[in-house]
């Protein structure tokens, strides 16, 4: 029995040193803005948009940018290459929609406050609900009801929640409507006050900021 006791022990050691181990390896980047720093941790179960974002961080294709859109309670998005150059009261989020990138939905990656995913084009000009290929946003979202959740279940505009899902929503805050219809890829580590001050600027036209919030940096976080 007692050496039953040390096997399972060493067992259990083992296991959290292996999940140290990826913790550890997780990939991480830095997005330095205007208002502040956000650091964002990308999954490794969606190679394609972790890779594809990575690429794109090394090219150091989002120094400039701007974060065209933003609706409080809801979410921050930017990556619009438009947007490096565009002038006051441009409407933004149109340029290159046939640049995109495959679907990776997961089970495990939903919308809760703080996740990133990936923007795209609707359903009707989209039916494989592809990413965009640069475009991204982070979630603010809300707090949500039980009952609200169960009214999403009875009406099938949600699977099941989990009781992981129903205690995040309604504690912490998300936007469970898109679940599994945009692509979740990662989610904020740190400066997720920046994020609600980002999401709490003055928007004009088709939710565009008044004064430019704009992406000075984007590293990879060793």
Known sequence: ??????????????????????????TKVKIKTTLGDITLMLYDDTPIHKDNFIDLV???????VLFHRVIPDFMIQAGDPAS???????????????ATIPAEFKQNHWHKKGALAAARMGDQVNPTRASSQYQFYIVTGRLWSVAELSRMEQDGTHPKFTEEQK???????????????YTVYG????????????????TGQANRPIEDVQILSVT???
């Open 220 to 222: 990879l976080v060793k």
């Open 58 to 64: 090394n090219k150091k294709f989002y120094e400039g």
């Open 1 to 26: 029995m007692h050496m039953k006791r040390i096997a399972l022990l060493a067992s259990i050691i083992l296991t959290f040193s292996v999940m140290n181990d990826i913790q550890a390896q997780s």
């Open 187 to 202: 989610e904020v580590t740190e400066g997720m006050d920046v994020v609600e001050k980002i999401s709490k600027v003055q």
């Open 84 to 98: 490096k150059t565009a002038k006051p009261g441009d409407r933004l989020g149109a340029s290159d929609p046939k």
């Open 167 to 181: 205690k995040v929503y309604t504690s912490a805050g998300g936007y469970p409507p898109l679940d599994y219809q």
